[in-house]
């Protein structure tokens, strides 16, 4: 029998649909004022809307019960059903986020197209809801927390959150031997744990040691706690610590950072030579052989070193027995910032600012992409200010030179594939990326066609976030791989790497795919803040697992070399 909290909820859900619809108030209030009584009332509501009385309730009209009956005799309510099919079936998540009414989830979807938690929290960390009509930026910032407490009950995190995890235990734990490893030390994008090795030797107390651990769970967060392995959940993650002597720390760092697949070719690899591999170490026959670090568990395969990123039992192990292992892109080899939004648009830093902090960073160029004029929600540029903004870079240019400044667009790729400018606006900046900012759920042939138009087109430079995802949040739409990176490849456009931890679109498969077609990959923080700077650091991890090198990344380039590599490409194209 359905108790009178299930029947409560149901109702207020109806309530909050039909306030988020639009629909008439009363008929709002009837539903929100109903699921007090219920909630409230001592007597079983099932019992009595199966024998006669629920309209004798103050409070419960004709329409209010009959959705109670319904509910009561098959379990389901066809108006509650009804009315969520209007909407995205994850806009129904923005309730549970504190402040966020049906009146302001109704404000974000019909303004920004926010439709899920992800969407909401990316749309504040590009400040988005600081101009809108009943938000501003105390609220923002109270969203932002909102979000955060109730991503602590999610059974996934992103990239950048369990890192974040990490290194406040290694902060706290810093008189410890402390080593990543698993997914997260392969560069994973998603996760339900993280591992982390725990390296104990003679002189380790392990009564203590285990404290140590154990401290650092929330509250009844202890999941497990053994000789060998101690499981905890802080901020809602668990976290497997695996205690390890340190005579077998080299082997159990491989063992335990995987993957399962590499792993198993490995084992077989040493069957055949004779030896055994395990986490405790490498054998020959009974007799353990010297490794002082990973590099000796490979060296004793007879194998090049092999990075942990590109360890997903693919070829990495037989290209590493020919030592033709790619020497893979590492942060210091990038030059310059790419995809940077200021002031101008929604950015919260002026170019000024954004250029200071860029130097600071060691880097010698900053390529600004501010928001085209379609994307009214985010300030999207108009001609007049467009211009503007590239007569301020070319002052800050003569100001600032050998450091450089690239005055660029992201221009919305229209519902047609085509930009956001006139041509002879275009012509005028020094890149343009396109990106897909609406109409996002196209079906694969439609979002194909509009991508090629997009790619054909002789401004684009950089096509950017190409598959619209938001990790845990939204999927993304399909389109042809082989028909877009063969138009890519044909038309010399770079792709984007989008190293937002919401997005890290594309994902490395795609992207090791386009370096083999010799497909530019340009890795780009889509900064709304000097602290989006940061990002890039997720994007150097994904590029490394996509077997990236110097030579396959854009902003590889020096200074020089992309300022004659823009140019060149506006001289080929006839621009």
């Known amino acids: 029998m359905a108790s009178n909290k299930a029947i409560a909820a149901v109702l207020k859900e109806i309530a909050l649909y039909k306030e988020l619809g639009g629909e008439n108030q009363f008929k709002v209030r009837a539903f929100e004022g109903a699921a007090r009584t219920v909630e409230i009332h001592q007597e079983e509501i099932a019992k009595l809307s199966r024998e006669g009385g629920l309209e004798d309730i103050r409070g419960i009209g004709k329409s209010v019960a009959e959705a109670i009956r319904e509910y009561v005799d098959t379990g389901k309510s066809a108006g509650l059903e009804r009315l969520r099919s209007s909407f995205p079936p994850t806009i129904g998540d923005l309730f549970a986020i504190q402040g966020m009414g049906p009146k302001k989830i109704k404000a974000v979807w019909d303004r920004l197209g926010v439709s899920s938690v992800g ?14 009509d009943g938000f501003g930026q105390k609220s923002q910032e109270k969203i932002l927390k909102a979000i955060e407490f109730v991503k602590l009950h999610a ?8 890192l974040g995890v990490a290194e406040e235990v290694f902060a706290a734990l810093d008189e410890l ?12 994008s998603t996760f339900k744990d993280i591992d982390i090795l725990v390296v104990s030797d003679e002189k380790t107390d392990a009564e203590k040691l285990h404290s140590l651990l154990l401290s650092l769970a929330d509250e009844d967060g202890v999941i497990a706690s053994g000789t060998t392995k101690v499981s905890v959940r802080r901020r809602g993650l668990q976290i497997d610590f695996r205690i390890v002597e340190k005579r077998s720390f080299p082997t159990a760092l491989q063992y335990f950072t995987g993957s399962k697949e590499h792993n198993t070719i490995l084992r077989s690899r040493a069957k055949r030579l004779g030896l055994k591999l395990n986490e405790y170490g490498v054998f020959k026959g009974d007799d353990p052989l ?16 092999i990075p942990p990123e590109i360890r997903e039992g693919e070829e990495e192990v037989d290209l590493s027995e020919q030592k033709r292992l790619p020497e893979l892109v590492s942060s ?3 030059f310059g910032m790419i995809h940077v939004h200021s002031s101008y648009s929604d950015g919260a830093n002026s ?3 954004l250029v200071t902090a860029c130097r600071s960073l060691g880097y010698s160029y900053l390529c600004i992409s501010d928001h085209s004029r379609s994307a009214f929600y985010a300030h999207g540029l108009s001609v007049e ?9 070319k002052r800050t240019n003569e100001k600032l030179s050998p450091f450089k400044v690239f005055c660029g667009i992201e221009s919305d790729i229209l519902s047609d594939g085509g930009l956001d400018y006139p041509d002879d606006v275009l012509a005028e900046l020094d890149f343009v990326i396109g990106s897909v900012h609406s109409k996002l759920s196209m079906k694969s042939e439609e979002a194909t066609e509009r991508l090629l138009k997009a790619i054909r087109s002789p401004y684009l430079t950089i096509l950017g976030h190409m598959s619209g995802r938001l990790l845990l949040s939204r999927e993304g739409y399909g389109f042809d791989e082989d028909r877009i990176l063969e138009a890519l490849r044909e038309n010399g456009v770079v792709i984007e790497h989008n190293c937002n931890p919401h997005r890290l679109d594309p994902d490395w498969p795609f992207m090791k795919r386009a370096k083999k077609m010799g497909v530019l990959v340009s890795v780009n923080p889509d900064a709304h803040s000097i602290e989006g700077f940061s990002d890039m650091r997720y994007g150097v991890v994904m ?9 396959d990344v854009l902003n590889c380039m020096t200074v020089e070399e992309i300022d004659e590599f823009f140019n060149g490409r506006k001289k080929k194209k006839g621009i």
């Open 351 to 353: 170019i000024e600012e």
């Open 119 to 132: 969407e909401l929290e990316y749309a504040c960390k590009e400040n988005r809801l600081v101009t809108l």
């Open 290 to 305: 010297d490794v002082k670090d990973e590099g000796d568990v490979y060296r004793a395969l007879g194998l090049q070193y």
């Open 177 to 188: 031997d402390l080593s990543i490893a698993g997914s997260l030390r392969r560069g994973k």
């Open 543 to 551: 590029a490394r697992k996509a077997w990236l090198e110097k030579r």
């Open 155 to 162: 059974d996934r995190r992103l990239y950048s959150e369990a």
């Open 332 to 334: 210091g080899d990038f």
């Open 385 to 393: 200010s467009l211009r503007s903004q590239i007569e301020e870079t």
